[in-house]
């Protein structure tokens, strides 16, 4: 079995599902703080879908730490499909939320000037939520990335 | 070496090319025919993103279509690294492309009635063009995936 960084049931993985959480918790609590984002429907897609992430992250975060702690070998090639199709999922729907927000942020900072002529709009903090989408999004590809590698190599 | 459908040097993956140079080409013409596009930060990013998609499907898909007409073999680590390179870069950015352009067509149509309150801009052309660069994202994705599956079982 390929002892690859980051691989299901190791400290690398347990380390990325973590982070996953993290930016995927630190964007939904920016952007539920930013009054009126429920105006716009990129920014409550984004918030579902960092909320799937942020389970699912949190779900193979726990499988981790067991596997971890009782030495269990999560690498059979049924429990990897499953992993596999869920982290694809989750990261191409986060990516799809982080570019579609990210659009719209650069829309209202330079082409409409949202941001300048509606000094109430939260746009500091839409930018800071599309942001902690990416880094969770690139975490997240990272995971996927890893277990496709593994399932091809099974 | 692996028969899978969809392979650098087979009919399957030269037909994944045209068709992703197709609709990367019919997303630019729909789009560069809409007026005032150029005002829009994601649309001349699309516009960017398809032209290189189709160039890089051209230059693949030539190199298939030697392949198949002189029977070479074209699996072979390097020059399947290289495409795995060139084509996730690709999909991604034109992944990107679209979610961007597709967040800011439902803005304009549901969130901030641009298209209603101004019947000049040409939101029916930006639809088109985001839904062709949709089903180039999804051909590309699958290059993609197929080559990457056959480097890790390389």
């Known amino acids: 079995m390929t002892k690859l960084t980051g691989r299901p049931g190791s400290l690398g993985g347990l380390a990325l599902r973590a982070g996953q959480f993290v930016f995927a918790a630190a964007c939904m609590c920016v952007m539920a703080s930013a009054p009126g984002f429920t105006n716009y429907t ?14 699912w992250s949190l779900g193979l975060g726990c499988l981790d730490c067991y596997a971890l702690v009782l030495k269990r070998d999560l690498q059979q090639a049924f429990l990897m499909s499953l992993f596999v199709v869920g982290d694809w999922v989750t990261a191409i729907l986060s990516f799809a939320a982080a570019c579609s927000a990210g659009g719209i942020v650069v829309l209202f900072e330079r082409d409409v000037y949202f941001c300048r002529k509606d000094p109430q709009l939260p746009c500091g903090r839409f930018e800071v939520a599309t942001a902690f989408a990416f880094l969770c999004c690139a975490l997240s590809t990272a995971s996927a990335l890893v277990i496709f590698w593994l399932l091809a190599a099974l």
């Open 42 to 55: 990129a920014f409550c897609y984004l918030i579902a879908s960092m909320g799937l992430q942020a389970l």
